[in-house]
């Protein structure tokens, strides 16, 4: 490894540059701050609950796929007796993990399953930044640890139910497989991810973006079969939906494209362990410290990170109801990571930032 590759992208600015670049981050943070204290913050986690919600919803959906009905029967049943919209097949989950769990022998199955997915995640984050840090340990430390607060909930009381942790967590193994070098497991992963939550569907789709712009055919090619064949699954999952849903069948008074900006964006970066206890505005600090982080981690596995980060912020900016902050399970462990290049990229940024400026006449001197 070469010694700029402790560096960060930072490192190369010009003092101008990187002041200007300063004035922007202050202004930046001031801005998702006073979001979060201003009436355009966005948050559900301490309204009124019309009902039990969706873990209670999910979990009777296990208990009757348990008791020995099928998927659909559980979900229609359920769907309807909890007032929930059943007009959109996309108001369907698909059926995995919560048929998975149905069939395993209790529910303590799944949440072990989970679990070990995790800590899974949290050794291959570990052996992935350690091979960018010549071993060194410092950095894949405070990542894991970071790690510990994004997922703990997978092993906390019945929310191992909730299909998007699953997929937070398949999202973020995809990602740190390809940074230890095993693509097959990275496509898998990502793959899984799909076909547990449909919403994992703009990190496959940048995955094979990536593997089509680099010429990895055969990766090309792995994703090309597992896009088919979730194609085909959401298929068959849409003529299943179809036969349940009645012609009264209640749909949503507003449309999911809310264009809930920064409010919304910082309210499911907030769903952390470590941040839920805490007022928003220390979510807003975290999420501005993790894109400085992606910003200036400039090896192939940050910019996998960086645009996988980008790309959901980007999205949940225009896509997503006030109800929907839990999305931000599925991007939880992700930034897990840019937070721990923050302090790196602080570091080089300020650096530059102090140099002495070069007079102009100096460059036209002979050498």
Known sequence: MSPSAHRTGYARLAPLQARAILAALLATLIFCVAVTLSPLANSNLHRE???????????AEVDRIHAGEGYYQAA?????????????????RTPLPVWLLGKLPSIEWGKTLLGGLSLALMLLAFEAMASEEDNRIRRPVGCVLLLIGALLPTILGDLCVMPVLWGGVLIAISLCAFGVNRP??????????LFVRELAMPYCLLAAGLA????????????????????????????????????????????????????????TIQMNAYLLPLPQWVTAVYFVAGMVGFAGWQTS????????????????????????????????????????????????????ASARQLPAESFDRPR
């Open 76 to 92: 229609a049943a359920e769907l309807t007796a909890r007032g929930y919209p059943t007009r959109s097949v996309f108001n369907w």
């Open 301 to 352: 596995l940050g910019m996998r990170f960086g645009l996988a980060a980008a790309l959901f912020v980007i999205a949940f900016a225009v896509v997503g109801q006030s109800f929907n902050q839990y999305w931000g399970s599925l991007i939880a462990p992700v930034f897990c990571f840019g937070v721990a290049r923050c302090p790196a990229s602080v570091y080089d940024l300020w650096k530059a």
């Open 49 to 59: 609950s019309s009902g039990p919600g969706d873990i209670a919803l999910y979990r």
């Open 184 to 193: 097959a497991w990275g496509v898998a992963s990502g793959v899984a991810a």
């Open 212 to 267: 089509w712009r680099d010429r990895r055919r055969q990766e090309c090619l792995w994703w090309t079969i597992g896009l088919a064949a979730w194609l085909v699954f959401f298929a068959w999952h849409w003529m299943q939906v179809s036969q349940w849903i009645p012609p009264d069948a209640k749909a949503h008074r507003e449309s999911w494209i809310r264009f809930g900006g920064a409010g919304f964006v910082i309210s």
